[in-house]
């Protein structure tokens, strides 16, 4: 059998659950096109005003979230800014580095303010 990259859209509703709102194949797209017939499903189906879009900054989704959704914040994913930041760090700093990283996104997911 074989192996396909999927993407997964999940929600947090109001008791605090992760729900799966819908998913679909990577080959349907990254474009701003392909999001936005994502997004207009999702609103179809009800999804109403969310708060939050947090992805991995694939090409066209910040667009088609502010263009379905304009009261909606768009974040990058800490995983993968933490990522794109190591990448740019000598190998040899990279554990002491994603170490202090961690610690800092520990921090702030407690309440306590930011160390930086």
């Not at 008791?15 to 994502?38: I, R």
Request: hydrophobic share 40%.
């Amino acid at each position: 059998m074989g192996e396909e990259v999927v993407y997964l859209a999940l929600g947090i509703n109001e008791e605090g659950m992760k729900e799966v709102l819908t998913f679909f194949p990577a080959s349907f797209g990254e474009s701003a096109e392909a999001w936005k017939e994502v997004l207009a499903d999702l609103k179809e189906r009800g999804l109403k005003e969310p708060l939050l879009f947090i992805g991995i900054g694939l090409t066209g989704l910040p667009h088609a979230v502010k263009e379905n959704y304009p009261k909606a914040d768009f974040q990058s994913c800490l995983l993968h800014k933490m990522r794109q930041s190591l990448a740019k760090v000598r190998k040899r700093d990279r554990e002491v580095k994603a170490l202090d990283m961690r610690r800092v996104a520990h921090q702030r997911e407690r309440g306590i303010p930011e160390l930086l």
